[in-house]
């Protein structure tokens, strides 16, 4: 009862995101009362396993006792104060972990994935102006690259769904291949392809690069396109080819980052320097907003200045929020000795081992994993196939959302073997009653 109350009091009152709200006539609302671990309990006590990790923010699972200790012990201290004249110790500490961790030594804060791609647009456009080179305004991204839906953002966002309607509001980014090796010709493998890709990137650069200021690209894995995981040679090549056309080379880790390719970061498989960083989603574990930006000397050189038009003067009214920042540092602390990435490759063996039946499915093709994602191409032709499934799924107790035809886990870190076996049964017998 108080469970189809609460949903009825949602379908009237709350406009949820990414959905057609038509949809909720027939595919009901979950109402989630509470979450532990990898699992959310809704308000009749059933539970569901946390297979995206709530839109992929979670990354130690729900009620984490030492990130919900150090965000009570900050909300005793100063749960809010602006940061433009004002600091604080939690936002210094994150700064510094930040900049000891990436070196890249200046972090500007905002509230959301969004936001952070439009400042590292706005910085890098702005530094080219300021070195004397306004012409350099424009930016390029990758086919089916996601950078979040603000209009800044949507302009390099290239989901021809989230784009559509809006494409007369957004001045659209040029495109350039994508080095998903689903793409690559028969027989080609997806370094081939990588470095075909880097070609077309150097071609376009040729004749662009006095016009563009940055490419933004998600490292490793295109996440939103359907968990497209290409090879890391692509980005070794990009940014060699960026600084020899003084492109800026923006790494969008907004997903990827945090440890969910393997490594802290996915760039650094790569072992590359991008010139910005965009961080979000896992930086606080999943418990409060917040996104930073990263960048290097060079670019903090050129804003720094007798002259206030020359300074960056982007501003959210909660940047640098002491709650969230100090959930991002409890947050670094459980990533702190690299342990928790050696228990996420055992996690990895285990889920990736009790998952061989779901890839070897006869309507499974290019299953694939990186670090804590999998993912695996369904073939149906089903349209609504994702719907059908996300229905099914929670009859089994677990909590998926496929992208297109693309089933994909992103699971919390910290699973044990009983809970990847109940992730792995359950979506494979999912699979079987809508395939
Ligand atoms: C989610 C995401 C964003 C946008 O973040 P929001 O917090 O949803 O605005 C940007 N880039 C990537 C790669 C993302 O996955």
């Given at each position: 009862m108080a469970e189809m109350d609460l949903i009825q009091r949602s379908k009237k009152a709350v406009w949820h995101p990414c959905s057609?709200?038509?949809?909720h006539e027939t595919q009901p609302l979950l109402a989630i009362a509470r979450g532990e671990g990898v699992w959310l309990y809704d308000t009749s006590g059933r539970r569901y396993l946390d297979g995206l990790s709530s839109w992929w923010v979670n990354l130690?699972?729900?009620g984490h006792p030492h990130i919900k200790a150090a965000i009570t012990t900050q909300l005793d201290r100063i749960e809010h104060v602006?940061?433009?004249?004002?600091?604080?110790?939690?936002?210094?500490?994150?700064?510094?972990?930040?900049?000891?961790l990436t070196g890249l030594g200046h972090a500007f804060y905002g509230s959301d994935g969004a936001s952070a791609t439009e400042i590292a647009l706005k910085m890098s456009a702005h530094y080219w102006r300021n070195h004397g080179r306004p012409e350099k305004c424009r930016f390029i991204g990758l086919a089916n690259g996601y950078h979040g839906e603000t209009a800044g953002a949507l302009s390099v966002t290239d989901i021809a769904l989230f784009r559509e309607a809006y494409g007369p509001l957004v001045r659209l980014s040029a495109t350039v291949p994508t080095p998903d090796p689903r793409d690559a010709a028969p027989g080609v493998s997806a370094i081939d392809h990588a470095r075909a890709c880097a070609a077309a990137l150097e071609a376009w650069l040729q004749a662009h690069h006095h016009e563009t200021a940055a490419l933004i690209l998600e490292p490793l894995v295109q996440c939103a396109a359907g968990m497209v995981v290409y090879d890391a040679e692509y980005l070794r090549l990009a940014r060699a080819l960026c600084t020899r056309y003084e492109v800026h080379l923006v790494a969008d880790e907004i997903a990827v980052?945090?440890?969910?390719?393997?490594?802290?970061?996915?760039?650094?498989?790569a072992g590359i320097l991008p010139d910005f960083v965009c961080l979000s989603k896992g930086l606080t574990g999943g418990y409060l907003p917040l996104s930073a930006v990263l960048t290097t000397d060079d670019v903090y050189a050129a804003f720094y200045d007798d002259s206030t038009a020359r300074g960056f003067l982007h501003s959210h009214s909660y940047t640098g929020n002491p709650l969230a920042c100090s959930a991002?540092?409890?947050?670094?602390d459980l990533l702190h000795d690299g342990s928790a990435l050696a228990q996420n490759r055992r996690t990895?063996?285990?889920?990736?081992?009790?998952?061989?039946?779901?890839?070897?499915?006869?309507?499974?093709n290019n299953s694939r994993q990186i670090g804590m994602i999998w993912a695996f191409d369904i073939a149906t032709d089903d349209p609504l196939f994702s719907r059908h499934y996300h229905a099914a799924a929670l009859r089994h107790g677990l909590l998926l959302r496929p992208i297109g035809n693309t089933l994909y886990f992103m699971p919390p870190y910290v699973m044990n073997s009983d809970e990847c076996a109940w992730l792995a049964n359950g979506a494979l017998a999912a699979l079987n009653e809508v395939v």
């Open positions: 057609q709200m038509k949809l130690f699972g729900h602006m940061l433009a004249g004002c600091t604080h110790e939690p936002v210094v500490e994150l700064s510094e972990r930040l900049g000891a980052g945090f440890g969910r390719t393997g490594t802290l970061f996915a760039y650094q498989q991002a540092l409890a947050t670094l990895a063996a285990t889920l990736t081992a009790l998952s061989a039946p779901l890839a070897q499915h006869a309507k499974v």
